[in-house]
């Protein structure tokens, strides 16, 4: 009898030390094969194949401590795919937790009001973590990647800093990107002035692309925008540069000469009234309010004054005084 007290006593103290350890493993940071060590979970991994998957990414425990603890715990079906870092400090419970809440990794990419699709693409191609799915594929493929075949996708993405989670593709951060531009346009064409010469939030967005190149200052938007409306309304040309170079594409030097305002192009808006048949670039949520409510104005006229602002003129003799002053130097 005293030899059954002494072994159930002995298995009772074995598990107890076996329960204390656990606890303590459970507290202690992970030894880790770098500072950090991500892991991005595919959908369907089992919790097996996550602490498997763990090691291999240089957490340094065997595999069995960590799919017996996910099992043990109780949540390990509730583990969520997803990019995932473990830091220096992180304890097997705090791993757990993480994955089991979602609480992911997340890079920024910041687009940019007044960027071409062309630009917008570049910066896509070099953000951090970012599955590049759309790469090499032509711009009209892309769009119907996103379920807008038949659309053009310059000016279609709205410039902001989009957050996304590791490892996912750049589709997700385009196909937001373009949601989010519709809801705002959307918006702004409902809330439009009665007196805006456009006809479709189409035709706002190219506007809109516009006023944006051709803003130095942020509080000129308004006035840029009632002269193109002016010029729209009595059928006059725009006569803006920046359709013009966006026309010339790779052409364009960084010089805009005589010869490029006299080549007629479906962007040579010199040549031809109306608005060119597509954006020219993304335009800010700034720009799209001012093409669709734009300032009151009899100007038709404006000229860059060289420090970010713009002269307005009425008629063509002030306009071209204005030029004299502030593009000739008097001259």
């Known amino acids: 009898m005293k030899l059954l007290r002494w072994s159930v006593f002995i298995v009772l103290l074995g598990a107890a030390g076996a329960a204390a350890w656990a606890w303590r493993w459970l507290e202690q ?8 060590v991500e892991l991005s979970i595919e959908p369907g991994a089992s919790p097996r ?32 795919a997803g990019s995932y870092v473990a830091g220096p400090v992180v304890t097997p419970r705090q791993l757990l937790a993480k994955m089991v809440q979602g609480d992911e ?63 996912v593709s750049d589709v997700t951060v385009l196909r937001r990107a373009y949601a989010t531009m519709q809801r705002h346009l959307a918006a702004a064409w409902s809330a439009r002035a009665d007196t805006v010469a456009l006809k479709s939030p189409d035709e706002a967005l190219i506007l809109a692309s516009i006023v944006e190149k051709e803003t130095g200052r942020a509080g000129d938007r308004g006035q840029i925008a009632g002269v193109f409306n002016n010029r729209l309304r009595i059928g006059m040309p725009l006569q803006t540069d920046p359709s013009v170079i966006y026309g010339l594409g790779e052409r364009f030097d960084g010089n805009l000469r005589k010869r490029d305002l006299l080549t007629d192009g479906p962007f040579n808006t010199y040549t031809r009234a109306g608005l060119p048949p597509t954006p020219i ?34 008629s063509l003799a002030e306009h071209n005084k204005a030029v004299s002053t502030y593009q000739r130097g008097g001259r």
């Open 281 to 314: 670039a993304m335009p800010s949520l700034a720009s799209i309010k001012a093409a669709l409510n734009p300032e009151r104005t009899k100007a038709l006229y404006f000229v860059a004054r060289g420090d970010g602002s713009s002269v307005f003129s009425e």
């Open 29 to 36: 940071p992970l030894p880790l094969a770098a500072p950090t």
């Open 105 to 167: 990794a997340y890079e920024r990419v910041r687009l940019l009001e007044g960027w071409t699709l062309r630009q917008l693409r570049t910066e896509l191609a070099r953000a951090p973590y970012l599955k590049p799915t759309t790469a090499g594929m032509p711009d009209a493929q892309l769009m119907a990647t996103l379920g807008a075949a038949g659309v053009a996708g310059e000016g279609r993405f709205f410039p902001d800093t989009y957050v996304y989670s590791r490892g």
């Open 49 to 80: 194949e996550v602490a498997n998957a763990w090691v291999r990414a240089g957490v340094q425990v065997r595999p069995l401590w960590l799919y017996e603890w996910f099992r043990w715990s109780g949540d390990a079906r509730r583990i969520r």
